[in-house]
């Protein structure tokens, strides 16, 4: 008879800020699904979340703010900006956005520049987080000029958008080479790392609708989806197979969820610049898909707390 096994995770903390990233998005797709009762809901459970994160490093004071724990710390930071994201759209009021902005922005920049310092270990998709704050930094920015912030928040976001752009692309780049010559450990739950670069992919098309516009957004957005293709099916091909085999949990289920959020809003944005029938049918889908990995991440974590604790 096989013997259950039982392990620990990480404690409440910076190490789980990705289920904050996941959460705050699934709101903020409801709420543009036109599913505000349920927005509602999610956005509560992601305050409860950012409340327990918080909570949970003053306790534990786990992860240290050293350069190879920055990947926690910028899912953290990210997901701060993404939940007052969320609040905004929810209420219509420019304060939660601000918040998320003022407190995330500054932070994910810091991460950032300590992160460039170094990359320790191996090559692999986590390194990338770190590089990836700055260009949610550029989202929130956008969002706050057009409802009316002023131009400080414009040129703040194409700041953030260069600096993420020109750190991010050419490490992933780099993490995808070292994939393909079998240098990256894509075991376990490591499997739904492989969706992080799709996070960028994302948030670059929405950023440029933002910042630019919707000509710029259509010759950016028309490039990264061609190359966005066989980034979703290389994550399709590691990560279903470790969800089929019920791997291990850990904050790494949580890397699911963020990046096909991003690919939705950055679809929905292209739709409406196209106006094709079949990517509106898409941009329709993807939510779904994040929703979807939601769920597998809370019926994950649910699981271990069941049977593996």
């Given at each position: 008879m096989k013997t259950r096994t039982s392990?620990?995770?990480?404690?409440?903390?910076?190490?789980?800020?990705?289920?904050?990233?996941g959460t705050s998005l699934v709101a903020t797709l409801l709420v543009i699904s036109g599913l505000d009762p349920l927005a509602?809901?999610?956005?509560?459970?992601?305050?409860?979340?950012?409340?327990?994160?918080?909570?949970?490093?003053?306790?534990?004071?786990?992860?240290?703010?050293?350069?190879?724990?920055?990947?926690?710390w910028a899912m953290t930071f990210i997901g701060i900006m993404s939940l007052g994201t969320a609040w905004t759209n929810l209420t219509d009021n420019l304060t939660y956005i601000l918040v998320g902005f003022w407190v995330g922005a500054p932070a994910c920049l810091a991460v950032y520049a300590n992160q460039l310092r170094g990359f320790q270990g191996e090559p692999n998709f986590a390194w990338g987080l770190a590089l990836v704050g700055p260009i949610m930094a550029a989202n929130t920015a956008g969002t706050t000029?057009?409802?009316?912030?002023?131009?400080?928040?414009?040129?703040?976001?194409?700041?953030c958008l260069v600096a993420s752009i020109g750190a991010a692309y050419p490490l992933f780049a780099r993490v995808y080479v070292a994939?393909?010559?079998?240098?990256?450990?894509?075991?376990?739950?490591?499997?739904?790392?492989?969706w992080i670069p799709l996070g960028v992919v994302g948030q670059t098309v929405s950023a440029v609708d933002l910042l630019f516009g919707k000509d710029a957004e259509l010759i950016v957005g028309t490039v990264l989806l061609i190359i966005a293709i066989p980034m979703i099916a290389f994550a399709m091909w590691h990560f279903y197979p470790a969800v089929a085999h019920w791997v291990r949990y850990s904050p790494a289920w949580w890397a699911s969820t963020f990046p096909t959020g991003t690919i939705s809003v950055g679809s929905h944005h292209l739709a409406e610049v196209w106006n094709?029938?079949?990517?509106?049918i898409i941009a329709t889908a993807l939510p779904a898909l994040l929703v979807f990995h939601w769920?597998?991440?809370?019926?994950?974590?649910?699981?271990?707390?069941v049977r593996e604790r």
């Open positions: 392990y620990s995770l990480p404690p409440a903390g910076p190490a789980w800020g990705g289920s904050l990233m509602w809901v999610v956005a509560c459970i992601g305050v409860a979340i950012l409340v327990a994160l918080v909570v949970g490093f003053i306790i534990y004071r786990t992860p240290r703010f050293h350069q190879d724990m920055m990947a926690p000029h057009a409802k009316g912030g002023g131009d400080i928040y414009w040129i703040l976001g194409v700041c994939a393909w010559r079998r240098k990256v450990d894509l075991s376990g739950p490591n499997a739904a790392t492989v094709l029938e079949w990517l509106t769920l597998l991440c809370v019926a994950r974590c649910t699981f271990w707390v």
